[in-house]
């Protein structure tokens, strides 16, 4: 069962709470359109950890699009959000269900844990996931060679929030 958020443009915005037959739709979906194969495992992490970081967007009841987010301490010194998985099917894209679902995220990262930053990668081929993150504020922040299985590179991206984005861990106490 989802909690539901909001409602934009006929679709609604839910909170995950475990359900097996809507974990089965996202786990579907996520392997339908990301590159990287998760484990279940990876997914009851995530959903069972921080399901407050959990979000699904549906159209008549019916699962169009996902972000899957967790929350870490990074060293010791700064709370660092976590996107893990994004998806929305290809036939509602272009209408920033993405976007909002991201903004979502950010805004209940910031208003709920005080994170200091967001992370998250991406595939260097995967333009519209780049233009998207770059207009939220994010920065390529490193480039890692054959990241993912397919052996495809990926771009670490931050979100700055906090000042201690903006520092060296070495000189933040720990």
Same mark, same amino acid.
């Given at each position: 069962?989802?909690?539901?958020?909001?409602?934009?443009?006929?679709?609604?915005?839910?909170?995950?709470?475990? $359900?097996?037959?809507?974990?089965?739709?996202?786990?579907?979906?996520?392997?339908?359109?990301?590159?990287?194969?998760?484990?279940?495992?990876?997914?009851?992490?995530?959903? $069972?950890?921080?399901?407050?970081?959990?979000?699904?967007?549906?159209?008549?009841?019916?699962?169009?699009?996902?972000?899957?987010?967790?929350?870490? $301490?990074?060293?010791?010194?700064?709370?660092?959000?976590?996107?893990?998985?994004?998806?929305?099917?290809?036939?509602?894209?272009?209408?920033?269900?993405?976007?909002?679902?991201?903004?979502?995220?950010?805004?209940?990262?910031?208003?709920?844990?005080?994170?200091?930053?967001?992370?998250?990668?991406?595939?260097?081929?995967?333009?519209?996931?780049?233009?998207?993150?770059?207009?939220?504020?994010?920065?390529?922040?490193?480039?890692?060679?054959?990241?993912?299985?397919?052996?495809?590179?990926?771009?670490?991206?931050?979100?700055?929030?906090?000042?201690?984005?903006?520092?060296?861990?070495?000189?933040?106490?720990?």
């Amino acid at each position: 069962m989802t909690d539901h958020l909001f409602t934009c443009d006929s679709l609604t915005y839910h909170r995950f709470n475990l $359900n097996e037959e809507e974990f089965k739709i996202i786990t579907n979906l996520v392997s339908q359109h990301l590159s990287e194969p998760y484990s279940i495992y990876v997914y009851w992490y995530f959903i $069972n950890t921080w399901p407050q970081y959990c979000y699904t967007v549906k159209d008549e009841g019916k699962i169009i699009g996902v972000i899957i987010s967790k929350i870490n $301490n990074h060293k010791d010194v700064r709370i660092r959000g976590y996107i893990g998985m994004l998806v929305v099917q290809d036939d509602y894209r272009k209408r920033g269900i993405a976007k909002k679902l991201v903004k979502l995220t950010i805004e209940n990262m910031i208003k709920d844990d005080k994170v200091d930053e967001i992370s998250l990668e991406t595939e260097v081929i995967n333009k519209g996931a780049l233009r998207l993150y770059e207009s939220l504020g994010f920065i390529k922040t490193k480039r890692l060679f054959k990241y993912y299985l397919n052996t495809h590179d990926a771009f670490r991206l931050i979100l700055p929030i906090s000042e201690k984005s903006f520092k060296r861990i070495a000189f933040l106490k720990h």
